[in-house]
């Protein structure tokens, strides 16, 4: 079964950081990719960031680039992302999810529960 | 950038009834890359479709989808109680990943 379990969630200041963390299970984890996609309180979906299962290829939208910063490690099936310059508006819950694969590689196909990013003073 | 827009932002409807969500994309997309989810109060989004017309593992075949070029559409032929929520549009390209603002579809 897989499983997808995002931590690391809480509340910051503007400007400040946080290291959100998504443990995976189930699946081949290096053969995947891995995203990250927020929420905000009572908002629709928004994609942040995507990583290969390689590691070798990240993506970011342009809300984040530049602040946000994708990585995993294989060996703990582990995918991480660093968010910096935190503004009000980064205040979401963050969705970590698995990639599909083949022809459907773009979808997102299993999701965490999600973890909730407050930046506020 | 892809921008999608849905319509309806609510759709008012009984249980038995049909229901059809619109998303159109700001400028013709591969139907190849256009999926759509739905998520309930407080749960997690489930990917109902890929390939725009492709169901999702587990999936009623009440659910169906179509479109091409700018205009797709989800399409659900009978409603259930646990159908009522909110739809999502996404489409990939360019290595970006674009949803849709979202259709409520609510109980009348």
């Known amino acids: 079964e897989v499983q997808v379990l995002e931590s690391g969630g809480g509340l910051v200041q503007p400007g400040g950081s946080l290291r959100l963390s998504c443990a995976a299970s189930?699946?081949?984890?290096?053969?995947?990719?891995m995203r990250w996609v927020r929420q905000a309180p009572g908002k629709g979906l928004e994609w942040v960031s995507s990583?290969?299962?390689?590691?070798?290829?990240?993506a970011y939208a342009g809300s984040v680039k530049g602040r946000f910063t994708i990585s995993r490690d294989n060996s703990k099936n582990t995918v991480y992302l660093q968010l910096s310059s935190l503004r009000a508006e980064d205040t979401a819950v963050y969705y970590c999810?698995?990639?599909?694969?083949?022809?459907?590689?773009?979808?997102?196909?299993?999701w965490g529960q999600g973890t909730l990013v407050t930046v506020s003073s | 950038e892809i921008v999608l827009t849905q319509s309806p932002g609510t759709l008012s409807l009984s249980p038995g009834e049909r229901a059809t969500l619109s998303c159109r994309a700001s400028q013709s997309v591969s139907s190849n890359y256009l999926a759509w989810y739905q998520q309930k109060p407080g749960q997690t989004p489930r990917l109902l479709m890929y390939g725009a017309s492709s169901r999702a593992t587990g999936i009623p075949d009440r659910f169906s989808g179509s479109g091409s070029g700018t205009d797709f559409t989800l399409t659900i032929s009978r409603l259930e109680p646990e159908d009522f929520a909110v739809y999502y549009c996404q489409h990939y390209g360019d290595s970006l990943w674009t949803f849709g603002q979202g259709t409520k579809v609510e109980i009348k």
């Open positions: 999810a698995k990639g599909g694969s083949g022809s459907s590689y773009y979808v997102f196909d299993y």
């Open positions: 189930g699946f081949t984890f290096r053969n995947y990719a």
């Open positions: 990583v290969s299962g390689g590691g070798e290829s990240t």
